[in-house]
């Protein structure tokens, strides 16, 4: 097998030792430092687990309520004038909202038009150049108690079209 192969498995496992050995020479108790840390992590998780379930109850009702195809079906003119196909009109609008409803819209392109395909490469260019920005906005932004992210929201949206714009034309230019 190839040396990265290896290396790669390794990595993991080395880094654990290394920290619990300059834990122990530091003379810093591991366990009890795992036991807090995983505490502090709970901790997170409960504090989170509000606005989390509130933003998944947001996007099934989203996506359930039949708002998503109508919204699609709204936009499906204006996105064909400007030559972008329809079939990606629900990973763009899905995007800044949930990764794992934009994957499944990923996905989905993928069985009915393939990964090579121009619609695939398109669909995975635009899950990667943008980012789950209101999901970020609600988890992190709760999760440390930010109640006012009015410009964080404009510049993230923002920063989402800017990415979207930028997997057209770059999926056009290589692949178009």
Not at 131 to 159: E, Q, S
Request: with cysteine.
């Amino acid at each position: 097998m190839n040396v990265l192969f290896y290396l790669s498995n390794a990595i993991l496992p080395f880094l654990m030792a290394l920290i619990i050995s300059v834990a122990l020479v530091r003379k810093v108790h591991v366990y009890d430092a795992f036991i807090s840390g995983a505490k502090e992590g709970f901790d997170t998780v409960l504090s989170i687990l509000p606005h989390l379930i509130g933003m998944l109850v947001a996007v099934q009702m989203f996506t359930k309520s039949g708002l998503l195809s109508w919204l699609i079906a709204q936009c499906a003119p204006f996105f064909t004038a400007i030559g972008v196909p329809v079939e990606v009109v629900p990973l763009a609008l899905l995007r800044p909202v949930s990764g794992a409803a934009s994957s499944a819209v990923m996905l989905s392109i993928f069985d009915a038009y393939g990964p090579d395909s121009f619609l695939g490469r398109l669909a995975s260019i635009m899950q990667g150049s943008t980012d789950t920005t209101l999901y970020v906005l609600t988890v992190y932004f709760g999760a440390v108690g930010i109640r006012h992210y009015r410009y964080a929201l404009k510049v993230g949206l923002l920063a989402d079209l800017a990415g979207l714009v930028a997997a057209i034309v770059m999926t056009y230019l290589f692949f178009g």
